[in-house]
């Protein structure tokens, strides 16, 4: 009789969960999913993935591809097949054919492999590593003569290599594409890198190291001067002997006199090539650091060895020293790669003119102007009144607008928006987009402005290359907020765009990773700061979201920062991000034109934030109604190096070691 009570109680529950499922919402449904597939109930996920298919829900691929990743080792080429068949036009057929692609590979059936790798979308872009690894290793395996290039660029571009990539290793290494000369230089980059995990795979893989190095990596990562005291380490490898170099490296970047002293010390124990890859670590290092010296360090090494990282601060040294002889020899002999950037064609012509050769650089500015964004703005202003080629415009119409509503993704987008599963759309909007001309992309972003997702209204107006739309690109929500702060704070409302577009893009429920949050993106520490300056004896953290709560916060900041620095637009914004402090160490000890202090901002967040708050700032004005300014104007001198004091407040970004 117990047991049939139990047996009747369990049947009555079952019953009770298939109601609930049936008469929840269709986010209710998905909400459950979701926990049964983290708590891998695959019972409940099934129950909760019918439930979806019957009444067709643009939110059952989700449920779906939730069930293959817990079944994964169970399922069938076949059923692999029917998924992406039913969602092709999904993000979601994409990962699973990585998901499948990995599998694939573990077992090492080549010819299934490049089967599925060919479905891929041209326009999608594998960037899990092992799947990269995979491919090279299939085409080795079926003799496709440029596998062992791809290999070789695959390892050149400095990724970490998971598990999944020793059969890569393995066969490039058999075959002599991994020689001793390109592991040492794999293991040299990794070690610079700091990529300590990597050096270690590498090192590995090489007949001249040993257990007792692996130790000793670790050491020297963890206190360079310490494993340096101990020494022990084995000068007649090259390997024990990068340790050296990176030990000095990690030096300079806090102490250039520490790492002076120590490369006076051991250089005795390098060959030429390990002093002079020590010397550009240590150029490279005075250079981030604004020291005069560094020009001179850079001369001395061979280009031959020289990173693109290296390469570029060479070049911005002598652009801060403003000598544009030195300059245009840097921009001319650093890769060809390299000097096609805007960054540095834009640099170039400015060296040109400096040396008189105007027609020459007027060629340069002429292709930069048609280019929209920071550099391409002041090659037009460079060059003056020319007549150019007009720029392609696009308005949607309200029926392309509602034909793109329709599409499946787009719905799909929707449903993930009811459930906040932002992200998600986030991504989905992504993969959209790529399969996209640039007149579609508009559309999109019209609708994307309609539907009040300003973020990826932004993303699909900015992807265009050649036909856009200024007004989708640079909208202006919230103006009632901006405009009522900007002039209590007595600031350029464009500004103020600029800012938030590229502190949130529109989103007041935002958080970065290391905790700012909202429209302006205020971290909570600078929020509590500006609250008692401001008298609000009643603020908490709950409030930062508050459209005008942070609105008011950010403003202030903004206010704060432009009295600090005497009205200077570009060192205020370089505060906003990266603190007072650093802002007005980045300042020379002469007046510096405000576009190479922006170029040569040590960190490489800041240094594109700055450009890109600048330039949003620049194509803000007239869409206000605002008087225009030329962006070198907004740019504006920078003064000279002052020595005054300023508050310790919390920024908005987490510099990391590598910067």
């Not at 570029?312 to 002598?318: G, K, L």
């Not at 003056?384 to 987008?413: H, L, N």
């Amino acid at each position: 009789m117990k047991t049939r009570l139990t047996s009747l109680l369990i049947f009555g529950a079952c019953l009770l969960g298939l109601a609930k499922s049936v008469f929840a919402g269709d986010g209710d449904v998905y909400l459950q999913a979701k926990q049964a597939y983290q708590t891998r109930n695959l019972s409940q996920l099934a129950e909760a993935t019918e439930t979806l298919r019957q009444r067709r829900s643009p939110l059952l691929p989700y449920l779906q591809y939730w069930q293959m990743i817990l079944t994964m080792d169970q399922l069938s080429y076949t059923q692999v097949q029917a998924f992406l068949q039913e969602n092709n036009e999904s993000l979601l057929s994409q990962r699973v054919r990585e998901l499948w692609l990995k599998r694939l590979g573990r077992v090492q059936f080549w010819d299934q492999f490049i089967e599925m790798r060919a479905q891929m979308p041209m326009y999608y872009s594998i960037n899990d590593v092992g799947n990269q690894c995979y491919q090279v290793q299939a085409g080795i395996a079926l003799d496709d003569p440029n596998a062992y290039e791809d290999g070789k660029k695959l390892l050149l571009a400095g990724k970490d290599l998971p598990a999944d990539c020793q059969g890569m290793l393995e066969a490039l290494q058999q075959v002599g594409v991994l020689d001793e000369k390109l592991l040492l230089t794999l293991y040299r980059d990794a070690l610079f890198s700091n990529k300590t995990g990597l050096a270690k795979v590498l090192a590995k893989r090489s007949s001249k190291t040993d257990a007792g190095l692996l130790k000793q990596i670790d050491d020297m990562a963890q206190n360079p001067a310490q494993a340096l005291k101990k020494g022990g380490i084995q000068e007649r490898s090259p390997y024990a002997r990068a340790l050296y170099m990176y030990a000095i490296h990690r030096q300079a970047k806090a102490d250039l006199g520490v790492a002076k002293t120590s490369y006076q010390k051991y250089s005795g124990l390098l060959d030429n090539e390990e002093k002079q890859l020590a010397q550009a670590y240590m150029a490279l290092e005075a250079a981030r650091k604004h020291e005069s010296e560094a020009l001179q360090g850079f001369g001395k090494v061979n280009a031959t060895l020289l990173s693109s990282e290296q390469w570029e601060w060479y070049a911005r040294t002598a652009l801060r020293q403003q000598d544009w002889g030195t300059v245009l020899k840097v921009i001319n002999d650093m890769p060809a790669v390299l000097a096609e950037e805007s960054t540095w064609r834009y640099w170039k012509a400015r060296a040109l003119i400096a040396k008189g050769q105007v027609a020459d650089a007027n060629q340069i500015l002429a292709k930069l102007s048609q280019e929209r964004h920071f550099y391409g703005w002041l090659a037009a202003e460079d060059l003056g009144p020319v007549v150019s080629e007009p720029m392609v415009t696009y308005q949607p119409s309200d029926e392309e607008v509602r034909q793109f509503a329709k599409q499946p993704a787009v719905k799909r987008m929707e449903a993930l928006f009811d459930v906040e599963a932002r992200y998600e759309a986030r991504l989905e909007w992504m993969y959209l987009l790529e399969a996209l001309d640039d007149p579609t992309r508009i559309v999109a972003a019209q609708y994307g402005l309609l539907k009040g997702w300003y973020d990826l209204a932004v993303l699909a107006a900015d992807k265009t290359s050649r036909t856009h739309n200024f007004e989708l690109r640079y909208p202006t929500p919230y103006r009632d907020y901006l405009q009522k702060a900007s002039r209590s704070r007595a600031i350029d409302e464009a500004w103020v765009y600029g800012i938030i577009r590229q502190e949130s893009r529109f989103m007041h429920y935002a958080k970065s990773s290391v905790g700012a949050g909202g429209l302006m993106q205020v971290m909570p520490a600078t929020a509590k700061w500006i609250a008692k300056k401001l008298g609000w004896s009643s603020y908490n953290d709950g409030m930062l979201h508050d459209i005008d709560t942070n609105v008011n916060l950010g403003t202030y900041y903004m206010r704060y920062t432009l009295d600090t620095f005497n009205g200077q637009e570009v060192m205020a914004t370089a505060a906003y991000n990266a603190g007072p402090s650093r802002a007005r160490r980045w300042a020379a000890n002469a007046p510096l034109e405000g576009a190479i202090y922006a170029e040569t901002i040590p960190f490489s967040e800041t240094r594109n934030y700055v450009k890109k708050v600048l330039a949003n700032a620049h194509m803000y004005a007239p869409r206000l109604g605002l008087p225009m300014l030329t962006l070198k104007k907004r740019l504006g001198t920078i003064p000279a190096r002052g020595t005054g004091d300023v508050e310790n407040v919390t920024t908005t970004i987490s510099i990391s070691e590598q910067e």
